[in-house]
């Protein structure tokens, strides 16, 4: 079918939608940039059979609906209508949510239901249940709307609240009235669930110091107490509060726009230094337990030879600090005796590379790439290097760019089923390092690998274990993606031909070596890194600019706009790689057999 989906945003969730349903082999276009009149043109240009609305925040418009089946993707339950589904769901302690299917009509989220589906909601932030829970279950609903059009008899259920199955109702906008916090009352837990409930935007506001941030990034924490309200502790950029019966850490801070000047999100100790200068920053052990309450960004559990490297950085963003204390963590927990290292990622994102927003924020932007790409390789390097263990990478979120990358410097890489994969840097005006041009063609050809860094899609983890870009994916849900790759590891390290793997792994890394040493990889992209920062050319640095102040295009890019391609010359500028040797395309499918 030609599918046209309808966006305010290439988000997370639109790539999930665009990458299931063209494997699904269905012809899909997309529009992103929504007025009426942008949106009417798509649709004469395309001619869908079928219009899928996975994140539009305008009323569809009647020529559009009147003469199309145009499914709206809402975030909420049977019944339930209004632009903060999710922020609702989290602030009124929902134990359960859902997708529903529905047909555009005259009224906003009031037509006919073509499928809904529930799921259990989990206790974390409105943008980690869109990315998970929600993406699932809006893949199921699409499909089941999808089989139900095709059949061509189906008739999808009008909104009837007296059904007993119909339990939501219309809610208004939340205000920031609604999520306030008042520290002097609210308990650490509801203040929590108010940032989350408005995490990853609009973030809550509040006032420190007189000034007015929006607050992102809350964990409850177990130990620490002060007077309610007060900042009490700081780590790694993050600040501690207490509440009157306990205290948070809020990792992130946006300043309140002030007339035209924006601000964006930053780690909150770096928004708010100044005033922090006599606050203690807390040094805490790799060894934290998973059930312990508090802010932890890197994190080490072990168990039966198998060593889990946690490191769960806000957004998948990874500064030149964070590179450098991860790199140092995996060093650290090689000289352990396990054999298995499980590289974990967090649990929202795996890794979107080098921390743009940082790198906006810094005195000195081409400085501070340069300072966080060479952070970022040398982390890469210690995985690539590692001869004492096998490494694995356990993708269970989403990755991008450098990300990606930095998973294929593991001996087997494994990704829940459902995250979504970006494995190019081109739309960010970047060549790229984390020596891609040694693992990406290794894994999956050099023509592949040319075509992947160009093409800039998003991927589905089926599409990426099948070029082999990664060895599996399995797991919905997170819990069952973790219980699946600790039998992995564990299984691994168990196996009696542990010993003859690690041998075989020490062989072909020194093989590799001998034919193109990784030094000369990282020296030629660097090189062309170096361009791309310092250069008279901007290009990246106007991206990253649009990027991190989220400047949204004027039209659809052309790759992903099918519908506008004829009319278009095609886009210049393609990757090309360097001459690349290695000793075969992959070394590492042995290692699970
Ligand atoms: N640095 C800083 N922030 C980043 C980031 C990065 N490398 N990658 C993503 N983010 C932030 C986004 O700004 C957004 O912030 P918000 O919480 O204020 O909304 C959040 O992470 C989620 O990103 P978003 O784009 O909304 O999520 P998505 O899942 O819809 O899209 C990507 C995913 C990865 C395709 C997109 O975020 C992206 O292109 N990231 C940049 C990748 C990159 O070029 N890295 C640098 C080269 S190594």
């Known amino acids: ?49 079928l219009i899928i609305a996975s994140f539009v925040k305008m009323a569809i418009p009647e020529v559009i609906w009147r003469r199309y089946i145009c499914i709206i993707i809402h975030p909420g339950i049977k019944g339930d209508r209004g632009p903060s589904s999710l922020d609702w769901a989290i602030l009124t302690d929902a134990e359960e949510w859902g997708v529903t299917a529905l047909q555009a009509t005259g009224e906003m989220d009031a037509g006919d239901i073509w499928s809904s589906v529930n799921f259990k909601m989990p206790s974390r932030s409105k943008s980690s249940v869109y990315r998970t829970e929600v993406a699932e279950a809006a893949i199921q609903a699409i499909l089941e709307t999808i089989e139900r059009f095709e059949s061509g008899h189906f008739i999808p259920e009008p909104l009837d609240y007296s059904r007993e199955d119909v339990k939501g109702c219309l809610r208004p906008y939340m205000k920031q009235e609604v999520r306030g916090i008042d520290w002097a009352s609210d308990s650490a837990s ?44 700081q780590q790694h950029g993050a600040i501690c509060r207490a509440t009157v019966d306990g205290a948070v850490w809020i990792s992130h801070l946006k300043q309140k726009k002030r007339g035209e000047q924006s601000f964006f999100k930053l780690p909150a100790a770096m928004v708010l230094s100044e005033s922090l200068k006599d606050i203690p920053e807390l040094t805490r052990s790799l060894k934290l337990s998973s059930t312990c309450k508090t802010y932890k960004e890197i994190w080490y559990e072990e168990k039966n030879d198998v060593g889990y490297l946690h490191f769960d950085f806000y ?22 005796p396990t054999k298995v290292i499980v590289l974990m990622g967090g ?15 810094s ?30 990478a356990a993708m269970q979120g989403n990755a991008a760019a450098g990300g990606v990358m930095l998973a294929l410097a593991a001996d087997q890489v494994y990704a829940r089923r459902g995250i979504v994969l970006n494995p190019h840097y081109k739309r960010m005006g970047l060549y790229g390092s984390e020596y891609w041009t040694y693992s990406l063609p290794k894994r999956v050809g050099h023509k592949k690998a040319l075509e992947l860094t160009n093409n800039c899609l998003p991927m589905s983890t089926k599409v990426a274990q099948e070029i082999g870009l990664i060895d599996d994916c399995f797991g919905q849900s997170i819990v069952s993606f973790r219980q699946q790759i600790e039998a992995i590891a564990q299984g691994m390290a168990q196996s009696p031909d542990y010993e003859h793997r690690l041998a075989l792994k020490r062989e072909m890394r020194l093989t590799d070596e001998r034919c193109k040493p990784l030094e000369d990889y990282r020296k030629e992209e660097l090189e062309q890194m170096k361009l791309n920062f310092y250069s008279s050319e901007q290009s990246y640095h ?22 506008r391609q004829f009319s278009h010359p095609s886009e210049k500028c393609a990757v090309v790689l360097p001459n690349a040797k290695t000793s075969q395309k992959s070394t590492l499918g042995f290692l699970h057999r």
């Open 542 to 563: 106007v991206a990253r600019r649009n990027f991190v102040y989220k400047i949204t295009p004027s039209e659809t890019p052309l790759h992903l706009a099918k519908h």
């Open 1 to 49: 079918m030609r599918i046209l989906l309808l966006s305010n945003a290439y988000n997370s969730l639109t790539q999930r939608i665009h990458v299931e349903l063209a494997y699904q082999g269905h012809n899909v276009s997309v529009e992103l940039t929504l007025n009426t009149q942008v949106m009417a043109e798509a649709v004469e240009l395309y001619q869908p059979n």
């Open 347 to 361: 649990q929202d994102f795996w890794s979107n590379g080098i921390h743009l927003n940082m790198i906006e924020a």
């Open 363 to 392: 005195e000195n932007p081409a400085d501070e790439s340069w300072r966080n790409i060479n952070a970022m390789n040398d982390l890469v390097l210690s995985i690539l290097t590692a001869t004492t263990h096998l490494v694995l």
């Open 190 to 233: 509801t203040i929590v669930k108010k940032i989350r409930a408005a995490d990853s935007q609009p973030g809550v506001l509040d006032t420190i110091d007189g000034e007015a941030y929006y607050l992102y990034g809350a964990h409850q924490e177990d130990t620490l107490k002060g007077t309610p309200g007060e900042i009490i502790a």
């Open 315 to 336: 957004n998948g963003a990874m500064s030149a600090d964070q590179c450098n204390r991860l790199k140092t963590a995996f060093l650290n927990v090689c000289t352990h």
